[in-house]
């Protein structure tokens, strides 16, 4: 009973044992899965952080770039105006010679060619004359006043050669520069430049007016004001060579939102992505406390977006903000696209690991489980002649020269215990 209670115990305990070719497989199989994940995991991580520095440094210098040409465009306003108001201040240009004052304007605008239209208008009387760019180039020179056709713009074309060339009177009513918001804006603001919103122009451009009121030397009300007006259009075509084909939404906009320009390569209507921008970068972020390019995630449609935008002011305290958006995933796909290469790399690796463990196990068990029987059936005393099968592996190939060895010795045993009976 004891040898019996014995052997089911010794057979439990040998039920409970895992096998040498399984824990090879086991073993082999599980390092390698842990180091590919580790890899993997490792190799995205790296990946994302470094692609996500790549679209930060890229999307600032296209902002950056943005806001260069941008205020390089604008800018023009606060070089021109102080020199016309100066011509006028000192005489230099009479306003009630409104013709010689018109060919002045023709000729500065035709000189700056960021500016779209430069004019003047008279405080006292409403007078209004000026020079805009035609939708051919050409520079038209537009004049007005309340006391004459009921204030109905006339127009002539001039010439680089000084001609004149009278064009048919705008389909418009009387024009009276002093009730607009920027004639008003400048009125106010003593001597400063101001900017309008973006607005559309009698012509149907939209655009911005910058204004300078030209102060009397008594100091009362201004004798007139200046104006140099913008047309976004040339904005939005930069903006659209600098996107390209690529899905990028970059614009211009006022510090409080207000698009001034824009071009985008997003599905996503623009509306919904601009109102995004607007409540990310608000008046009391710190953007505008730093001044320098920050990154927002924004959301429209389901979607997720990274905006990078950058604040601009410029001499004349006219503030802007260029802005460059992207979706998320556009920048992050090549890290995924990194980490599911990996996986299927490890994967193949995995399977081609699976397959030599086998092999190996194989050669590894294979004398072993021959070791095993032999030394079961010398636990019985049936001692075999065969010779166990060699191994080319150093320690199995030891063990199985002492197990040969104990043969050996157990059979001149039993020679000498036969010998004695």
């Known amino acids: 009973m004891a040898d019996s209670s014995n052997f089911q115990e010794l057979g439990t305990r040998k039920g409970r044992k895992l096998g040498f070719r399984t ?175 973006p607005y559309q122009f009698e012509e149907g451009l939209l655009g911005l007016t910058a204004s300078l009121a030209i102060e009397s030397g008594s100091g009362d009300e201004p004798i007139g004001v200046i104006t140099a007006d913008f047309s976004v259009h040339d904005m939005g075509t930069y903006l659209a060579r600098l996107i390209q084909s690529r899905r990028l939404m970059v614009f211009i906009s006022t510090i409080s939102g207000k698009p001034i320009a824009l071009s985008s390569g997003i599905d996503t209507p623009s509306e919904l992505l601009i109102k995004a921008c607007q409540k990310a970068f608000s008046p009391n972020s710190t953007l505008f406390t730093q001044g320098q390019p920050e990154s927002f995630p924004v959301s429209a449609q389901g979607q997720r977006y990274l905006l990078t935008a950058t604040p601009n002011w410029l001499p004349d305290g006219f503030g802007f903000v260029t802005g460059v958006v992207g979706r998320e995933d556009e920048f992050l796909g090549s890290a995924r696209a990194n980490l599911v290469l990996t996986g299927l790399v490890g994967f193949l690796a995995i399977i081609a690991a699976a397959v ?65 009976s």
Not at 154 to 167: C, D, W
Not at 168 to 177: I, K, Q
Request: glycine share 8%; net charge neutral.
């Open 23 to 197: 824990a090879i497989l086991r073993l082999v199989l599980g390092a390698l899965l842990l180091a590919v994940s580790c890899i993997g995991i490792v190799g995205y991580i790296n990946s994302a952080l470094t692609f996500d520095e790549i679209r930060e440094k890229n999307a600032a210098l296209v902002s950056l770039a943005t806001s260069e040409k941008v205020g390089r465009f604008l800018g023009t306003a606060d070089t021109i105006l102080p020199q016309l108001k100066a011509l006028i201040s000192y005489h230099l240009l009479q306003y009630p010679d409104v013709q010689r004052l018109g060919i002045a304007l023709a000729e500065l605008l035709r000189s700056e060619e960021n500016l779209t239209r430069l004019s003047y208008s008279d405080a006292q009387t409403g007078r209004f004359v000026g020079a805009r760019r035609g939708n051919d180039g050409e520079i038209i020179v537009n004049q007005s006043d309340p006391q004459i056709d009921s204030g109905r713009p006339s127009e002539y074309l001039f010439g680089a050669g000084g001609q004149k060339t009278s064009l048919e009177p705008l389909p418009t009513s009387g024009y009276d520069p002093r009730t607009k918001e920027w004639y008003k804006a400048a009125t106010n603001a003593r001597g400063k430049v101001v900017w309008s919103e």
């Open 356 to 420: 030599l463990a086998v092999l190996l196990s194989e050669r590894l068990a294979k004398p072993l489980k021959a070791l095993s029987r032999d030394l079961e059936a010398i636990g019985q005393f049936q001692i075999s002649e065969a010779p166990n099968t060699d191994s080319s592996f150093r320690e199995i190939s030891v063990i199985v020269d002492s197990s040969e060895r104990m043969k050996s010795a157990l059979r001149s045993f039993g020679k000498y215990v036969l010998t004695l």
